[in-house]
Structures are given as C-alpha cells and as structure tokens.
C-alpha cells in the first residue's frame, strides 16, 4: 500500500474522527461488576520455548498478573538471552529446564505460555492441558487440522483456559477500529479485502549451535539448522501463510465476523534458492461467504508495501498499515476526507499503537484516547497474557479461543495445500 | 386526634410499643440502620480478606495493608497514628482490622452480641475518626465530600451510638434467643 504522507495523514484523521467518542472497551455485564473480589496472587507461570517470539513474551510479563516461575528451551542459548532479557529488566532469577515435562513434573504451576515451533504445539499443549494447565499457545495454532482438533479436545475435557497468541485482538487501534468502524458499519457492505506483508530479505537466520557437540536429533531436528531456522522447512512450518498470513485472516476473521471456505493459493521458492522448502513468495484467494473475497500475498524481494489489511467497503474504505495505524477513506478517492459526521473531538496526533507499541495502563476511556496514547512500546503482548491470568482468575473471555484460533488455522494450512498442488481447497 | 390519618401517621402514631418503648416505625428504622451499618462493617472486613485477589474485571488487587491510610494520617492525632504506621505493630494491625471488621459486620447485619458489636464499631469508628480528623475544611485527598470536624466517620459513629443506647439486638436479630440472659448487662 503505497500512499503519500498526505494521503496517510488525511487517513489517520478520519479515523480518529470517526472513532471519537466510541468507548475504548466492550462493557461488561454489570453482575460482573456487581460482585466482590475473587481472592488469588498472580498466576504461576512456566514458558516453554524461549526463542525470540518467547523472549518477547517473556519480557510482556505484569507482575502482578503473573509470577513466571520456570523456563524450559531445548536450546541453552535461547536460556541465557532469557536469562540476560531478566538481568536487564532488574527481574529475579528463574529457574531451567531443558525438557518441558520435567518442568510440569517439578514446578507448581497453573499455566504454560508455550512458544516453540509450530509442528510441536499440538504434542505440547494437550499434554500440558491434561496436566491441568492453563495454556497460552503462540500462533498458528497448530501444524495440521488433526492437531487443532487435538487440542480443542483436550481444552473442552480439560476444562483450562487455552488462548492462542493473536495479539491484535489486544492492540489498541485494531480495537479502535472494530469498535469504532467495524460494529457501527462505517464501511458499508465489503466485498474485498486486501493483505500483504512484503519484505525485502532473508528470512533465513544466522546462527551457531550452542556448543560443539551439541546434537538436536533426539527433539527431531536432524541439525542445529533445522531447529534454528525451522520456518524453512515444511516438516515443521507452513512458511509464510501460517508465520504472517495467519495474523491477517484471523484479524479478517474477527473484523468481518466471518471464516473462509475456500482458497485458491501460488506460491513458490523464487528468490532464496538455498536449500529452503518453505517458498519465499505465496499469493492467495480466500473466498469468504456472502461474496467476500480477500487476497493476500507475501513476498521477500520488495518491501514497499510493507504490511496491512485493507478492507474495501461500499461506502469506506479501512486500512489497518504495519500493525501501527489505521486509515479511512471515503469511498470516491483515496485521500479524500471521509464524509463520515462525527465530532471532531480527538484531533491530531498520529497513531503509532500497535502489540508492537505497548502501553494502555491506565486505559483511556474512549477508542481515541486509546489510540493516541500508542506511540509508547507494546501493550498488546502484556494486555495478551493479563488477559489470559485474568480468564484464569476471573474466567473473564480471552479473545482468541481455540474456535476462533481453528478457522484461521484451518484457513492457511488449506493455503499452503492449494499453494503446493495448484488447486482450490475447500476449507 | 383527627378522623383520618396520613399513613405516616398510621405506621407510626399507633402505640404498638415493642418492648421498650419503641414504636414499630422507630424500631423498623433502628433495625434498618443497624442492618446497614452492619453491612458497611462487613463487606469492607470481607473485602480486606479477599485480598491479594482480583477484581471480577480482572485486575489484580494487592493485599491489603492499613500502613497507606495511617502514614497520610491528618489532624491532632496525625503523629502517633503516622508512627503506628512504621511500627512492628503493622502486621498485628493489618489481620486484625479485617477480622474486626468482619466480626462486627456480622453482628450488627444478626443483632447477635449486637451490644459487643456496637461497642466494637464505636471502638472502629472512633480510631478511623480521630486518625483523620478533618480540620482544615478544604476537600481532602481520597474524601468524596468536604468536611471540618465532622466526617462520614463521626457521623457513623454517633448512629452506632444511637443503636447501643436502644440495645436493638432486643426489637430484632438472634440476641433474641438470648433474652433474659445477662449475656450483656447492660441489655437486660
């Protein structure tokens, strides 16, 4: 999406104004209010997997919502950047595991957050459900649809909270935006929408096993190569549609209240020729009922579009960009002020919130306020697992289920499948 | 004496004495009063219990300590209520305010020992009184309204006055079950 500063300030103008007024969050019901305090400390924390995406989560954590006892990463080196991350942030030492189960064995925990490689969440949450934990998965949910039912089973007999990783749901701008234009129709009937999350480089890291003789085989990584850059390989990935498509057809998904039921889906290794099997450029048609169709594509040879989701109505037109802002148009030109009539009470400042760019503590009152308290760094991640200690504590909503984790899962494992056969799935 | 009467005049004119010289409107108000002073007492003793715990919207709500509200301490008494605060005492102070205020919560919404819990409210009262007696007239940090002298506390505290001195665990409440005992001598 390629807009002048003009254009996007125009943008980010008339969504503040349309949003003006609209509460920042969804009322509770008042018997919620109405009664007392419900006694318990914060919730006793283990996380398995402390890669990047762990870390990140790692350091998202509230104190007061949660008490992270224990860590466990087949990886040591994952340990001690874990370990640095808590010596930096003043935080107590926590203990180690390498093996997960020796974890839930040995520490007195109520819930997991887990964060390991997408092929492994199914073996590793239903165990840790029918242990009687709580569970906070990192998207996708799972590797196939047999593991999400796995674990959709095992939440329903286990009776625990499972919430799957999608920390839009938590950012204040896209709340912004499904508060304040989505469920108030600003846009009309939408027949189309756009993602694309373009970027121009390798997703291949660089690293070195953690010692000499250090051998992953018995977690079934043939190679430190394979754990380290798992995402290129299909035994354990589904490559682009489940790493970063996934994030835009469950924010798809929650915007227009619907799933898709087909997809049509390219996509192929044309830059990266190194060995790789996940492809490196992928397109696809998701066919959404009522006449909804939404494409999306990722491409790592050209990042000028970046990433968004672009909802194209009847009468407007809703562009979620890099996570970070959220742009209306009205429908007649694209940087023409919207005729929406709202009241110009929050004027001006940019919107840069996003799960990126935390901070909602005090929450404002109003979608607005929320949206321009965001240039501070990421809230979204510590809203996502204070929400989840509170569903344990209060049995408050999460708002990613496993029902809804299901349909966007579904969706892109069917993408991968349309892209590797060249056909149209039905999801 | 007219021929009709308002119905104030009907709940309350007619001498439908209740023991002790009460009338059935004056002894439904005492009783209604005692019931709610009695809740106020119980659900902040409840409250203080539940904690640390979590608000049903889902915040977390710390243990609860008597230390913030006594080192803000105002008034003539400000010193020594601000010392306590500091003091080893704290902890004996931090069980037994909740405890206290449950207890008397409990026998006041009963009418069970309702004399021990009037006397154990006055005693409550009195110290939340004089910990933060309000003397400069300007609204204060924390208080809905504004006061000089007399507070939300004072005035609680002569209510409770008023229940002790009509001994109303006699009108209604399971001290009933104890009547013509001398389980409270001054009650007979």
Not at chain 1, 345 to 351: K, L
Not at chain 2, 105 to 127: D, K, N, P, T, Y
Not at chain 2, 129 to 145: C, D, H
């Amino acid at each position: 999406m390629i807009l002048t500063p003009e254009q996007r300030a125009t943008g980010r103008r008339n969504f503040l104004k349309a949003i003006a007024g609209t509460p920042a969050l969804a009322t509770l019901g008042a018997a919620a209010a109405m009664r007392g305090p419900v006694r318990g400390g914060p919730v006793r924390l283990g996380l398995i997997g402390a890669g990047g995406q762990g870390r990140s989560l790692l350091a998202a954590v509230n104190p007061a919502f949660a008490d992270v006892r224990a860590l466990c990463d087949i990886n040591p080196a994952s340990l001690a950047r874990a370990d640095e991350g808590l010596v930096k942030r003043k935080a107590k030492p926590i203990r180690h595991y390498v093996e997960w189960r020796d974890m839930l064995e040995h520490e007195d925990l109520e819930a997991v957050i887990v964060a390991v490689p997408l092929w492994a969440h199914a073996d590793v949450v239903v165990p840790c459900l029918e242990a009687g934990k709580h569970v906070l998965c990192e998207k996708m949910m799972a590797w196939d649809v047999a593991g999400c039912d796995r674990m959709t089973a095992a939440a329903e007999r286990s009776g625990r909270v499972i919430e799957i990783g999608y920390h839009r749901y938590y950012s204040a701008v896209y709340q912004a935006a499904y508060e304040g234009i989505l469920k108030r129709d600003l846009l009309g009937d939408v027949h189309h929408a756009r993602f694309a999350w373009h970027r121009n480089g390798n997703w291949r890291r660089a690293g070195q096993p953690p010692s000499p003789g250090y051998d992953p085989s018995r977690w079934g990584y043939p190679t430190f190569e394979h754990l380290w850059n798992w995402r290129l390989y299909t035994k354990y990935s589904k490559g682009l549609f489940a790493e970063l498509g996934s994030h835009h057809v469950n924010a798809a998904n929650w915007f227009l209240d619907s799933t898709p039921r087909a997809v049509l889906a390219s996509g192929s290794v044309d830059r990266f020729k190194d060995g790789r099997e996940a492809h490196d450029h992928v397109y696809a048609i998701f066919e959404y009922p009522n006449g909804l169709t939404a494409t999306f594509s990722s491409i790592e040879s050209n990042a000028s579009e970046q990433h968004y989701e672009a909802f194209y109505g009847t009468k407007a037109t809703l562009i979620m960009y890099n996570e970070s802002e959220a742009l209306l148009f009205d429908e007649g030109g694209s940087g023409a002020p919207t005729s929406v009539e709202v009241s110009a009470t929050a004027g001006g400042a940019a919107i840069e919130a996003s799960e990126t760019k935390p901070g909602v503590a005090p929450r404002p009152s109003t979608a607005a306020a929320a949206v321009s308290t965001g240039g501070d760094r990421s809230p979204a991640l510590e809203e996502e697992i204070s929400r989840f200690c509170a569903a344990i504590r209060v049995g408050r909503p999460v708002a990613c289920g496993p029902e809804r984790a299901r349909h966007s899962a579904r969706a892109c494992i069917a993408a991968t499948e349309a892209a590797n056969t060249h056909t149209r799935v039905t999801i | 004496m007219p021929a009709t009467r308002t119905a104030v005049e009907r709940l309350d004119l007619e001498p439908v004495r209740v023991g002790y010289g009460t009338t059935r409107a004056q002894s439904v108000a005492l009783v209604v009063l005692r019931t709610a002073v009695g809740w106020h007492f119980l659900y902040e003793g409840f409250y203080k219990l539940m904690l640390p715990g979590w608000t049903r919207l889902g915040q977390p709500a710390a243990a609860w300590s008597a230390a913030g509200y006594l080192a803000v301490s105002s008034g003539p008494m400000a010193p020594l209520f601000r010392g306590l605060a500091h003091s080893s005492a704290m902890g004996f102070v931090d069980v037994a305010i909740p405890i206290g205020l449950t207890l008397v919560g409990l026998s006041l919404m009963l009418g069970l020992r309702s004399q021990w819990g009037c006397a154990g409210a006055m005693v409550f009262l009195a110290l939340f009184y004089l910990s933060a007696i309000p003397t400069t007239g300007v609204p204060q940090s924390g208080a809905e309204g504004t006061y000089m002298v007399v507070s939300k506390n004072l005035v609680e505290l002569v209510a409770v006055c008023v229940l002790f001195a009509f001994r109303t665990g006699r009108i209604a409440g399971l001290d009933l079950l104890w009547r013509g005992s001398d389980s409270w001598r001054t009650d007979r």
